[in-house]
């Protein structure tokens, strides 16, 4: 059993997703952070603290919300929420006021008096997000938060995880095997394989200046690629055209020079332009690759300028 | 968050000072969630929390009424002695005897042995059984409650609850004498005494049986099985003392009955006289206590949560 194994990894973005497959280390990793499972070697920070030395301190400024089923089902969610704020050092009164707020956030302010074992699934994951917002944390850890959830309890979740790092401030690291889940609620995704690093790059990529396009227009689609062509010929650019099954013409480059062409001599044709994208490989073909890639080959990382202020993790094991 | 030209007084809406009109611009207040930015209370705030839950959860106290019968059924049961001896004499005018000398503190334990083993068995093993079932013990020690705060915690939630029934029927005892005494405040400064005693003949009782019960409670996560095995130790220990006494014929060994034991070194706590060997009972009683602590803080120490 190899509970991960070389991970080095900073995480800086207000929403950090870690993807990978069952048993890829996330859950672990996040564990790690809380201390809940020792770390054998090498160094874990979080919010600047020592993972292994500031635990307390560590432990009151994350919520964690674990992805295995883990309330007492004899307990009202109202009473949970109580309870674990005043473990993490709020005052009666305080602990009261917050739970209240943070189960009307999370929308389970009606059934926040009955037992927890007689709620849904949908609302025991949101009652597992309520405690570990109750103390107003810097950073929370979801594991697996939208699992188990019908369609229409997995938006609700994602909607909410979305509203803590947008508009509240809170920083959020969840794990998921499921890219879309990812994609909705994080602003940076970490690909985790076999307990390494295999990828690390934003959701949401700036188009690359000069890189490959996909262009489609009405029309004779070959004759509009063989003009194209020539007039890409006549002023020296060194364009690849490959037009395709699917209705696409490929070019393997577009400075601005040759956008410009493409635009004049659509003009000057009298066809419609109906689509001019970018082909950089998408956060899909990102990860896809990524999880294909074996224990200990490179990182197809990608530089993302970090926010200041946000929660760093360094594991090296 | 701020929505400038809506808003009425219900959701922030301000009035002019002069007119009294409502302003123009109004504040709309999130209620719904903000950070929290006040003062932390220390760890003893947040242990003593932990042990008023934990108190309150096996009793039934703000579960559904279901919970609440058995545990207050044996309290009843457990009090009912303590009250009856005193109630005699004070609804009773006739009567001459005192609440002690119709029943003896030595006596009251003892008459409340059966009670306190069924109550115990109940509730102590499934303070910890039920973080266990539950799975709970992750979000416990996610939160800045450390191993050490949780056992110590859990301990003395069950020496409470065990304080409960056996020091509550003597305090009961007590106080009923005072209030039936002729001359009350003579009698309580006669047997001011007594108090100490009483304390410290309930704390071995109860510190014997909170840290057995926790014991058992830690080796397994389904409460039938530490209930199980709880009463086995506190109801077949007693048929081995009773056998070792008459193979080897002497009833010293009666000392080693889990059962009985810390109700006669209480006995002895009380200053009346002891049966059988009062060191053997001792030695008992420091090798569960002792033992037991250290089997739980072993337990847990880790911190992990499976």
């Not at chain 1, 003009?267 to 109906?274: M, P, S, T």
């Amino acid at each position: 059993m190899r509970a991960l194994d070389g991970l080095s990894v900073r995480l800086t973005s207000p929403a950090t997703g870690l993807l990978g497959a069952n048993g890829a280390g996330k859950s672990t990793l996040m564990r790690a952070a809380l201390g809940l499972i020792p770390v054998d070697s090498g160094s874990l920070r979080v919010l600047g603290l020592d993972a292994r030395r500031q635990r307390r301190e560590l432990r009151r400024r994350i919520g964690f919300m674990p992805e295995h089923a883990c309330l007492p089902v004899d307990m009202s969610a109202q009473d949970l929420c109580v309870h674990l704020a005043r473990l993490r050092g709020l005052g009666r009164r305080d602990a009261v006021r917050r739970a209240s707020e943070v189960l009307f956030a999370v929308g389970l302010e009606e059934e926040r008096r009955r037992p927890v074992g007689t709620y849904s699934l949908g609302m025991r994951q949101r009652t597992k997000l309520a405690q570990a917002l109750v103390h107003g944390p810097d950073l929370v850890l979801l594991d697996e938060p939208t699992s188990g959830l019908d369609p229409a309890g997995r938006a609700e979740m994602l909607s909410i995880v979305r509203h803590l790092s947008r508009d509240l401030g809170v920083h959020v690291v969840t794990s998921s095997h499921v890219l879309d889940d990812i994609e909705r609620t994080c602003d940076e995704v970490v690909v985790v394989h076999a307990g390494r690093l295999a990828a690390q790059r934003p959701v949401v990529l700036a188009p690359r200046r000069g890189g490959p396009v996909a262009l489609r227009v009405t029309g004779d689609l070959a004759a509009f690629a063989a003009v194209l062509a020539q007039r890409l010929e006549a002023v020296g650019e060194r364009v690849v055209l490959a037009p395709r099954e699917d209705g696409d013409i490929g070019l393997d480059r577009s400075s601005d020079r040759v956008l410009d062409l493409v635009r004049d001599l659509a003009a000057e044709r009298r066809v419609g332009l109906l689509r001019l994208s970018s082909e950089d490989a998408g956060l899909e073909e990102t990860v896809v690759a990524a999880m294909a890639t074996t224990a200990g080959a490179g990182v197809p990382a990608l530089p993302e300028p970090g926010r200041p202020g946000g929660q760093e993790a360094v594991v090296r094991r | 968050m701020s929505v400038p030209g809506t808003g009425s007084p219900a959701t922030g809406g301000t009035r002019d000072e002069v007119g009294g009109r409502q302003s123009s611009r109004a504040v709309l207040h999130d209620i719904r969630y903000s950070r929290f930015s006040g003062q932390l209370r220390s760890r003893a705030s947040s242990v003593a929390d932990l042990v008023r839950t934990d108190v309150m959860r096996p009793l039934g106290l703000r579960r559904s009424a279901g919970a609440k019968v058995w545990p207050f059924l044996l309290l009843a049961a457990a009090y009912l002695p303590a009250l009856a001896v005193v109630a005699v004499p004070l609804l009773v005018p006739g009567v001459p005897l005192e609440p002690l000398e119709m029943l003896s503190y030595s006596a009251l334990l003892a008459t409340d042995t059966m009670v306190l083993l069924a109550f115990v068995a109940t509730t102590v093993p499934s303070l910890l059984t039920r973080d266990r079932r539950d799975r709970v013990l992750s979000l416990y020690f996610a939160t800045a409650l450390s191993p050490g705060e949780y056992v110590l915690g859990k301990a003395l939630a069950a020496l409470s609850l065990v304080l409960i029934i056996v020091l509550g029927p003597l305090l009961v005892l007590f106080g009923g004498s005072v209030i039936s005494a002729d001359a009350p405040g003579e009698w309580l400064a006669e047997h001011a005494g007594d108090l100490p005693r009483l304390v410290g003949a309930a704390l071995v009782v109860g510190g014997f049986h909170a840290v057995l019960g926790l014991l058992v409670g830690s080796l397994t996560s389904r409460r039938v099985f530490a209930v199980g095995g709880y009463l086995a130790v506190v109801l077949v220990g007693p048929a081995l003392a009773v056998l070792l006494a008459n193979v080897l014929g002497d009833d010293g060994w009666l000392g080693l009955d889990p059962a009985s034991g810390p109700m006669r070194l209480a006995t002895r706590v009380l200053g009346d006289p002891m049966e059988g060997s009062g060191a053997l009972a001792w030695g008992m009683w420091g090798v569960v206590v002792g033992g037991g602590s250290l089997g739980l803080w072993l337990r847990y120490r880790g911190g992990r949560d499976s």
